[in-house]
């Protein structure tokens, strides 16, 4: 016989709720590293953050992980990864399918489903539905020290409510195509000298080679990988083929580890 559904009442459903996640939210307040966006990048970052023992949390505007990988070629639910980058989508259990070259093809959802369960399962935080729209910043030298936070919901009523920050030692700007947190560094700390020249048109290789080059820290505390990295200093776009992406996460995860835990440290 089916086992009965147990009662419950509704208040213990609403104070389990805001007790837990206040409890995330006061840990939180002051964590090693905040990454901006659950895309390819951003959750291969935080799964080798996380495994190198840094509290992280990835902040993500939508109620969904996966960023730009969802839509995969034209919303053909297929893209395209190459060696070496095949290495990070199977350590996380991911299906791929070998083509010539060292290419292989890999479903969408099977992809953004997988990342998202290394990232989780490797001790990450991933907030769903909020959006990075502003930084704070020291000076003496100026320096990026954390994220000014804000329910994406509220951005979108357009009312006014101010929002609340939480304290990073190292920021991580993966939100793609527009490159969001390094633009309010450019509009709102000048003295950071960062210009965001917008990407060039399509050539795959040449893309996926210089976004893994120019992944970097683009000022203390700021750190770009991804589509971000192709704003900031005018590189190709690739189109469907997400190597170059995996292996930004990757090396930018590799240099917050290195600067947080010294040269010699490694994701485990
Ligand atoms: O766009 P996205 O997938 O960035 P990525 O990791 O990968 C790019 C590829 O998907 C693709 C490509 C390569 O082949 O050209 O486009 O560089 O993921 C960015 C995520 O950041 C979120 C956004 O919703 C998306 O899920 N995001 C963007 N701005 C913010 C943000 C913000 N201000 N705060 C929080 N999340």
Known sequence: MAEEIREVEEEVITRAIIQKAMEDWINLAETDVAVVGAGPSGLTAA?????????TVV?????????????????F????????????LKDVGCKLEPLENGLFIVDTADMMAKLACGA????AKIILGVTVDDLIYRDSPTRVVGVV??????IMAGIHVDPLAVKAKAVIDCTG???????????KIPELGITIQGEKSMWSSRA???????????????????????????TPRMGPIFGGMLLSGAKVAQLVIEKLKGKGAKSS
């Open 59 to 75: 902040f993500e505007r939508k109620l969904s992980f996966g960023g730009g990988i969802g839509g995969g070629g034209m919303q």
């Open 208 to 234: 996926e080679e210089l976004t893994v080059k120019n992944t970097r820290e683009v000022c203390p505390g700021l750190f770009a990988a991804g589509m971000a990295v192709a704003a900031i200093d005018q």
């Open 149 to 154: 936070v804000q329910w994406t919901s509220v």
């Open 77 to 88: 639910h297929k893209i395209v990864v190459q060696t070496p980058a095949d290495k990070i």
């Open 120 to 123: 989780l399962d490797a001790g």
């Open 177 to 187: 195509h527009d490159a969001e947190v390094l633009a309010v560094a450019s509009r």
């Open 47 to 55: 799964r080798h953050l996380a495994k190198a023992g840094l509290k």
